[in-house]
Nanobody, 124 residues
Framework: QVQLVESGGGLVQAGGSLRLSCAAS????????MGWFRQAPGKERELVAS????????YYADSVKGRFTISRDNAKNTVYLQMNSLKPEDTAVYYC?????????????????WGQGTQVTVSS
């Protein structure tokens, strides 16, 4: 089992940057693939980026390609989401999630392990 805690959200102007972190408990962090999802008001939760256990495979939604970068540090049990060139449409609650299939980057919202979420607000 793994517990996840996100941090790093906040209010930023359009064009700015934020770095989200997700700290995981437990000694088996490296056996999970990790993903960042987001949910805006009135919209479904969507996968933004994901990374395999080794970091060798990544996935990005088309809407964030070239602007967001996902990375992980297995020694620190942490996954990151660097968000640059932020847009008002990036405003959402961002959640990290763990997938028990370590090699996958294709994730759905039916995962078992979620953080509590962190709010990201981008003003125009």
């Amino acid at each position: 089992q793994v517990q996840l805690v996100e941090s790093g959200g906040g209010l930023v102007q359009a064009g700015g940057s934020l770095r989200l972190s997700c700290a995981a408990s437990g000694r088996t962090f490296s056996s999970y693939a990790m993903g960042w999802f987001r949910q805006a008001p009135g919209k479904e939760r969507e996968l933004v980026a994901s990374i395999s256990w080794s970091g060798g495979n990544t996935y990005y939604a088309d809407s964030v390609k070239g602007r967001f970068t996902i990375s992980r540090d297995n020694a620190k049990n942490t996954v990151y989401l660097q968000m640059n060139s932020l847009k008002p449409e990036d405003t959402a609650v961002y959640y990290c999630a763990a997938d028990q299939r370590p090699g996958t980057v294709v994730m759905r919202t039916t995962l078992n392990y979620w953080g509590q979420g962190t709010q990201v607000t981008v003003s125009s």
